[in-house]
């Protein structure tokens, strides 16, 4: 589990067995460590006893840890030579860092008669916080194509991306034929796996972007498996994804883990309203949203 031991345990042994037959990747707060302290809290109450606890993917689904719901308003303004004059940009939010930071933040930890303390929210001054650090579109661009940049969190790495679509106008199908990005991440110290990360952070954002949602009613969360929460499938990734590393040798280090995500999103949302003549304004650009929309 991340930050310091949160439990009073030995542990003579652990055997770890993973399946990885049509499982998808996680990134820091896998269910390991959920299942891991649900299982020492079963383990302490019954000693000498072997446990095992197994997840199921409803489970998982319906009790993970979720962003909070989230508002942007955004207007902009535009010269007569088509360059940016005016930009506002508005967030209601509670905060997103929720990556657990000891025993609090699980919710086994609150089973016990003497839970673990909650850490509370600690809000993130800029330029690392605040409601800006996503990409800031340039409406610019030919039929079906949208372009966009952002520099990561306001202090990391630089990333433009430019997408290519194609809308099924009958269907409202949403297909990204090409992306191409370009980082700056300074003094490129791994350059094949900087290419790799701003390539598969482009692909996840098209996901996040076309088909994720987390839906829920007055009492669960009901999107728990692959049917009622979609995922970019392999026949829906775009025929080409080029990665361009500007390597500056001799600058600082620029951070560069989640770079591609912002305006990846915003250069498919610009390219579906160049190809459509429609601006979207809620995510995800959902098939359903697109035909609505979009006269045949």
């Excluded at 372009?147 to 409202?172: H, I, P, Q, S, W």
């Excluded at 700056?184 to 350059?191: C, E, K, T, W």
Aim: with cysteine; glycine share 8%; net charge positive.
């Amino acid at each position: 589990m991340s930050g310091a031991p949160s439990l009073p345990l030995i542990l003579p042994s652990i055997t770890k067995h993973n399946r990885k037959d049509r499982t998808a990747t996680p990134i820091s707060r896998t269910p390991a460590t959920k299942t891991a302290a649900d299982a020492a809290l079963i383990a302490r109450a019954l000693p000498g006893r072997p446990v095992r606890v197994q997840w199921m993917r409803e489970q998982e689904h319906g009790w993970e840890p979720y962003g909070p719901a989230m508002v942007a308003k955004v207007s902009a303004a535009v010269d007569a030579s088509g360059r940016i004059a005016d930009w506002d940009y508005a967030v209601w939010s509670n905060t997103h860092s929720m990556r657990p930071c000891g025993a609090g933040s699980l919710i086994a930890a609150q089973s016990p008669s003497q839970p673990f303390a909650q850490p509370g929210p600690k809000p993130i001054p800029q330029p690392e916080g605040g409601g800006d650090r996503n990409a800031i579109p340039l409406y610019k661009g030919g039929r079906g194509r949208g372009f966009a940049f952002a520099r990561y969190k306001n202090l990391a790495a630089y990333c433009a991306v430019a997408m290519e679509v194609e809308v099924a106008r009958d269907t409202g199908r949403t297909r990204v034929l090409r992306a191409v990005a370009a980082v700056d991440a300074g003094q490129a110290v791994n350059p094949d796996g900087l290419i790799n990360q701003i390539g598969g952070g482009t692909i996840q954002s098209i996901s996040w972007t076309l088909y994720e949602r987390v839906t829920f009613d007055d009492t669960r969360i009901t999107s728990i498996d692959w049917s009622t929460y979609p995922i970019l499938r392999f026949n829906a990734v775009p025929d080409s994804v080029a990665v361009h590393v500007l390597d500056r040798p001799g600058q600082p280090f620029l951070g560069s883990g989640e770079a591609a995500q912002g305006p990846a999103a915003a250069a498919l949302a610009n390219a579906l309203a160049s190809a459509t003549g429609h601006r979207f304004r809620d995510l995800p650009l959902t098939r359903e949203r697109v035909k609505a929309a979009v006269p045949v």
